[in-house]
């Protein structure tokens, strides 16, 4: 499985727009970029997953560039409700592949000040 | 649907006692996935099932771990016998059937549990 490398931690202000690149230099030709959120106390939460290119919910957009060696989860206006702790992950998302499995690295501990 | 639901919430134990974790997935996932979180360690894999059947089990730290899963609904994760360093959260996930990918993103996304609270004395 790809590793993955992000920044420890990060501050931001409420209303300000977040970016928390990743970098997964070894990533496989099958593997799917995939985010999750966790907040103290809770399970972590799906945010987005993507292949190539942008992909944007409701709650994030993630930009990957051409050779997908990294990538960029983007959170627009942040709230304090944003304070948790990001993980960003690859692996294998076909059909039958027996890696379901996601290793989660240190993530990324976002704190969102007023 | 109730989510994945994990039992007990809080499980304070003495060294050396059996402890015993319950997992129902949500209805349909094909995946489940047992974790531990520690501040030391972070999320750790420590097994995962498809279709009831242990897949890899090379996260389990020992053999005082052992986890099951009977039918579909349904997994345990026993520690016997339990020692302080134990002491962590808990975590069960299950994921939908690896059919094929849907384009919207989400496939194969992890639903986790509440968690359990493991404190061993």
């Known amino acids: 499985l790809a590793k993955t490398t992000q920044p420890i931690s990060m501050d931001s202000y409420e209303g300000q727009e977040v970016n928390i690149t990743c970098s997964h230099n070894n990533i496989a030709t099958n593997d799917y970029i995939t985010w999750y959120q966790q907040f103290p106390s809770q399970g972590p939460r799906f945010i987005i997953q993507?292949?190539?290119t942008k992909v944007t919910n409701e709650v994030a957009s993630l930009f990957i560039p051409a050779d997908r060696k990294s990538s960029t989860l983007s959170l627009p206006r942040v709230s304090l409700s944003d304070t948790a702790v990001y993980y960003c992950?690859?692996?294998?998302?076909?059909?039958?592949?027996?890696?379901?499995?996601?290793?989660f690295g240190q993530g990324t501990t976002l704190q969102v000040k007023p | 649907d109730a989510g994945v639901i994990q039992s007990p919430r809080h499980e304070v134990t003495e060294m050396g006692q059996e402890v015993t974790l319950r997992c129902k997935p949500i209805?349909?996932?094909?995946?489940l996935f047992w974790y531990r979180q520690t501040m030391m360690r972070g999320l750790e894999l420590l097994i995962y099932?498809?279709?009831?059947?242990?897949?890899?089990d090379s996260g389990m730290p020992e053999d005082r771990f052992s986890a099951k899963m009977p039918n579909a609904s349904f997994s345990t994760l026993k520690i016997q016998p339990s020692e302080p360093r134990d002491s962590a959260v808990y975590f069960c996930a299950s994921t939908p059937r690896a059919s094929v990918p849907t384009g919207t993103g989400k496939d194969y996304e992890q639903y986790f549990g509440p968690g359990t609270r493991l404190t061993v004395t």
């Open positions: 993507g292949y190539k």
């Open positions: 209805s349909g996932h094909d995946y």
């Open positions: 992950l690859v692996g294998d998302r076909r059909p039958r592949s027996n890696t379901g499995k996601l290793i």
């Open positions: 099932f498809n279709n009831n059947v242990p897949i890899d």
